[in-house]
């Protein structure tokens, strides 16, 4: 019990994208949702991604910086948080790491923007 307390104070933050998703719908619509904003916020970072990769001169560290942030976001997402949230019963686990996946990969997207500013 103490674990879930803890995974949904450190999962809070997450709640930003949830109340975006969260309707009169049942968890199956917000899954549904949260799928739809994952996709959107892929193909918004791979545009910047894309972007960013034909104005550098530094498209090797680029590359290696994104793998690495690629595995970093799958380690965090689908190994802790997952493993974390494998206390809560149903759906719930896939909604929690679909969070973590959108949270995670709008940080980046919001970051990516701030080296297309410089």
Do not use: H
Request: hydrophobic letters at 35%; one cysteine or more; aromatic letters at 12%.
């Amino acid at each position: 019990m103490r674990k879930i307390i803890y995974l949904i104070i450190f999962l809070f933050p997450l709640s930003s994208f949830a109340k975006a998703c969260a309707g009169d719908g049942n968890v199956y619509d917000d899954l549904s949702c949260a799928d739809r904003t994952l996709d959107s916020s892929k193909k918004e970072l791979n545009a910047i991604y894309k972007k960013i990769y034909s104005f550098t001169q530094y498209k090797n560290e680029l590359e290696q910086s994104q793998k690495v942030w690629l595995d970093y976001r799958e380690k965090q997402c689908n190994g802790y948080i997952a493993a974390e949230a494998s206390q809560s019963q149903g759906v719930g686990a896939g909604s929690i790491v679909k969070d973590c996946l959108v949270e995670i990969t709008r940080q980046r997207v919001d970051y990516l923007k701030t080296l297309l500013e410089k």
